[in-house]
Nanobody, 122 residues
Framework: QVQLVQSGGGLVQAGGSLRLSCTFS????????MGWFRQAPEKEREFVAA????????DYADSVKGRFTMSRDNDKKTVSLEMNSLKPEDTANYYC???????????????WGQGTQVTVSS
């Protein structure tokens, strides 16, 4: 089975930056679409970013476009999310995900990391 292990997160002031990482455990990492989601308390899990194989550019939610950058390294079997110009509205538990296609609905993704908390203070 595929396993995803996350690292990063923490507490940061508004306007600051954080970097999240996710390590893929499995044989064929390059065959999966990778994504990031976030979920605030008592709210729905929402799409943040996703990246396909090859040289395709990542897809981003409008709320993070221009501030967050997602990347993947197929040799190291890792993905990352660089978060800049953070806002209090970005506060949430962030999840790494793997799937077969890019969906905004988290229910269509197959595997999930354990989650990591990002808190942005004003």
């Amino acid at each position: 089975q595929v396993q995803l292990v996350q690292s990063g997160g923490g507490l940061v002031q508004a306007g600051g930056s954080l970097r999240l990482s996710c390590t893929f455990s499995g044989r064929i990492f390059s065959s999966y679409v990778m994504g990031w989601f976030r979920q605030a308390p008592e709210k729905e899990r929402e799409f943040v970013a996703a990246i396909r194989r090859g040289s395709r550019e990542p897809d981003y939610a409008d709320s993070v476009k221009g501030r967050f950058t997602m990347s993947r390294d197929n040799d190291k079997k890792t993905v990352s999310l660089e978060m800049n110009s953070l806002k209090p509205e970005d506060t949430a538990n962030y999840y790494c995900a793997a799937g077969v296609s890019v969906y905004s609905d988290p229910r269509h993704w197959n595997f999930w990391g354990q989650g990591t908390q990002v808190t942005v203070s004003s």
